[in-house]
């Protein structure tokens, strides 16, 4: 199959060739898909290409939509669904509301920023991908005929950043990208998201990473009436610095109607908590900042906890404890918003947020995370010490070229 040299530039630019051979993750066959960090709105942006004429798209990573969107404008024109066909059965196992099968398949879904509801037409048009497929035929531009989106007006696009064609659904369902790769390339339903302030990447298929030793496992959970199609993981405690925050602990568990429990987040920029955990958990904080001689400042908006930190001066560890003491995540804490001061990246997100935690996407920013479907677990490896996303987002022509 012939190569895009549009496509090929992009990835030029985007992979940049930052470690050691021995640094680099490997590749057996996987689709790998540039992101990149819109600062205005903290949202991470995914590049893709579709239709006969490979028309750009950037779309807003959300790991928990169920599906592809894009707008009217932008988006190819592709060949609608059927109501009563079987693509739209796998698209909307709920049926359409009419029942008639002639009609136009339609769908249901909601802008995760702004949080309009709306409704958009199942339809179908190839997407252009980068297959990785080591050793024998290296990284090449291949297709994925028949991939379902949904074709949306351009107002239900209210909150998403500029030039932003629409959202990209990475979601546990039958249509999301992963699993529509998946069942194109025969490639594993897992997909991996690392992100970072500059450049990140959708990993998606059969892959092998260097720091594979260093990461830990957790299981993947869902309400049992199947009502979601996002992410949510058991968290049991919080820590700072190895002392666990007081808290109702049963706050933290998810329930069937999806109330409680830690979902993550690609779109909500700071991890948000529940203000029944946010207080005790800002309260420790303050105490434990104080006790290592942190002076706090005045706050910085949309924080509310900020120090002055000068030099060397080491700032409380924050790790969030998954299914026993010996599975810890250490959460990205304090966000630098000026010269000397930090504030701490969390956010009250009121007694009305459904989760009791939201990940948000600073948090996971330098955070290699592995999303199994086929296991229902998660992987997740800090790559804060030295190896960072760019080096997860190279191509294989770029290792080959090294």
Not at 384 to 391: N, P, Q, R, V
């Amino acid at each position: 199959m012939a190569k895009n040299p549009c496509l090929l530039s992009l990835f030029s630019l985007v992979f940049l060739a930052t470690v050691s051979l021995a640094q680099r993750p490997f590749f057996p066959r996987a689709i790998v898909i540039p992101v990149s960090k819109d600062f205005p709105t903290s949202q991470y942006v995914a590049q893709l290409q579709m239709g006969y004429n490979l028309a750009p798209l950037k779309l807003v990573v959300d790991v928990g939509g169920p599906f592809l969107w894009a707008d009217w404008a932008s988006s190819s024109q592709g060949s609608t669904i059927p109501c009563g066909s079987l693509k739209c059965s796998m698209a909307n196992p709920k049926g359409c509301s009419s029942g008639v099968s002639n009609e136009i398949c339609d769908l249901q879904f909601e802008n995760p920023v702004s949080k309009l509801a709306g409704s958009g037409v199942l339809k179908e048009d190839t997407l252009a991908v980068e297959l990785i497929d080591e050793p024998n035929a290296g990284s090449f531009l291949s297709h994925v005929p028949n991939f379902l989106f949904s074709f949306v007006p351009s107002f239900l696009f209210q909150g998403l950043g500029n030039g932003v064609n629409g959202v990209l659904g990475l979601g546990n369902s039958r249509i999301s990208l992963p699993s529509q790769l998946a069942n194109t390339f025969g490639i594993p339903r897992k997909f991996a998201v690392c992100l970072s302030s500059s450049n990140g990447a959708i990993i998606s298929g059969d892959t092998t990473y260097d720091v594979s030793r260093s990461m830990m496992y957790t299981p993947l959970i869902s309400p049992q009436n199947g009502t979601t199609q996002e992410y949510y993981i058991n968290v049991k405690s919080i820590k700072i610095n190895d002392r666990k925050i007081p808290l109702n602990t049963s706050l933290l568990f998810l329930d069937q109607e999806v109330e409680g429990g830690t979902r993550i987040s690609t779109v909500v920029p700071y991890t948000t908590m529940k203000t029944t955990i946010y207080q005790p958990f800002v309260d420790s904080y303050l105490e434990i900042a104080a006790s290592m001689g942190l002076s706090r400042v005045d706050p910085v908006a949309p924080f509310e906890a900020c120090f002055k930190v000068v030099g060397s001066d080491v700032v409380p560890r924050v790790e969030f404890v998954l299914q026993s003491e010996m599975v810890k995540w250490r959460m990205n804490a304090m966000v630098k918003v000026g010269d000397g001061v930090m504030c701490l990246g969390f956010l009250d997100g009121g007694l009305g947020q459904g989760a009791s935690v939201v990940i948000g996407g600073y948090q996971l920013e330098d955070n290699l995370l592995e999303f199994n479907l086929g296991t229902s677990m998660l992987g997740f490896t800090s790559l804060m010490g030295g190896t960072g996303c760019s080096s997860f987002t190279r191509s294989s022509r770029d290792r080959d070229s090294a």
